[in-house]
């Protein structure tokens, strides 16, 4: 259960090495030398590893998953282990990893009761890599995954979760209004896309005034203009919206449509929509959350307008994401800071729970 020294050393050495999505060079090294060493067979898709070992009921494959990325980040942290370079394991997916490697030493000597897959995931941070592990057939054959995110939130030894929807689902996406230009003395014979941008920037906020419970439309950047006495030809706003269910997301996205059109009709100017990334909202299975609420406590979390790309995975089959916690009186920092950190003691609760699933 939970070999400390082993978790520690592991995630220390993987904290020392972040590397950004689908760039996780040295990790995926880390990784596959560490299973090597144990006997292990694995496959490699892109940074991504999937190891399979066999148990005693081969009908069923139970999944557990990790990712292995880190962040752009420069860390700030006064840990012996911290990282140099400009990137950092800001978001605990040191510890994801540490704990499936603590797993997979567990299963050299113990055999589970079903088939076990361990889904070391590149690019979760990056755009979508769950999406294009599970394209290359990372999760073929399986009927039941699991996972864990870190929980600054949380104390040390506590888990939390939900039934049903966990994290909002997202839609990036990029507008583009086409005008005229012209020298701003005669402003009339232009078409003003950046007046038109910022009009739809300021209109955004009343899209979703009916659903903003359940919703957040947000755009965060605005560009735009080529000089200070020139009428704007062209000008892009940056946007985000976060949804929980897809009847919003639809008529939300009608409701902006119908704001473009009307700002295009105010200032004669052209839109077009670029989408860049969909997420859809990560929904844990209840029947899977229940098999884990069997084994230890589990707190009822409220749902987070953030996204998950383990939503993919919950789209294919059953599974279920757990919070855990990590907060002691010297680690308080949240997720994606650049102090981020906790104590390795976090990962033994994890680790337990992984055992417990797999070996019953």
């Known amino acids: 259960m939970g070999n400390i020294d082993y978790l520690t050393n592991v995630r220390r050495a993987l904290h020392k090495i972040p590397e950004l999505s689908e760039r996780e060079f040295k990790t995926s090294e880390f990784i596959a030398n560490e299973l090597s060493g144990m006997k292990h067979k694995f496959r490699k898709f892109g940074t991504g590893i999937v190891c399979d070992v066999k148990g005693a009921d081969c009908s069923k494959t ?19 282990f911290k990282a140099d370079g400009g990137n950092m394991h800001a978001c605990g997916h040191d510890g994801h990893t540490a704990m499936l490697l603590c797993v997979a030493k567990e299963l050299c000597s113990r055999r589970p009761k079903t088939n076990v897959r361990l889904v070391f995931q590149f690019g979760e941070e990056g755009e979508g890599g769950a999406e294009k592990m599970l394209d290359m057939g990372a999760l073929d054959g399986v009927d039941e995954i699991f996972a864990f ?47 038109a941008a910022a009009t739809f920037y300021m209109k955004a906020a009343g899209c979703n005034i009916d659903c903003k419970r359940n919703t957040v439309f947000h755009v965060g950047k605005l560009t735009g203009g080529t000089a200070r006495n020139i009428v704007a030809d062209s000008a892009t706003a940056y946007c985000t919206l976060r949804y929980f269910d897809r009847a919003d997301l639809d008529k939300l996205m009608m409701r902006i449509e119908a704001c473009l059109v009307e700002t295009d009709n105010l200032f004669g100017t052209e839109h077009k929509v670029t989408v860049n990334a969909v997420y859809p909202p990560l929904v844990n299975n209840p029947a899977s959350l229940a098999k884990v609420k069997k084994i230890t406590e589990v707190l009822e979390c409220e749902p987070r307008f953030t996204a998950e790309d383990f939503a993919f995975y919950l789209q294919k089959i059953p599974g279920c994401i757990l919070w855990l916690g990590c907060r002691d009186v010297r680690h308080t920092s949240p997720l994606h800071s650049d102090t981020f950190g906790f104590d390795e003691s976090a990962l033994v609760k994890g680790v337990e729970i992984y055992e417990k699933l797999i070996f019953g």
Do not use: Q, W
């Open 62 to 80: 139970v999944a557990l998953r990790c990712d292995i990325d880190a962040l752009p980040i420069v860390e700030k942290t006064d840990c012996p």
């Open 149 to 195: 995110h870190m929980c600054p939130e949380l104390e040390i030894g506590k888990v939390a979760s939900t039934d049903g929807a966990m994290f909002a689902g997202t839609a990036e996406f990029d507008v583009n209004f086409l005008g005229k230009s012209c020298h701003c003395a005669n402003v009339s014979d232009g078409k003003d896309a950046l007046k």
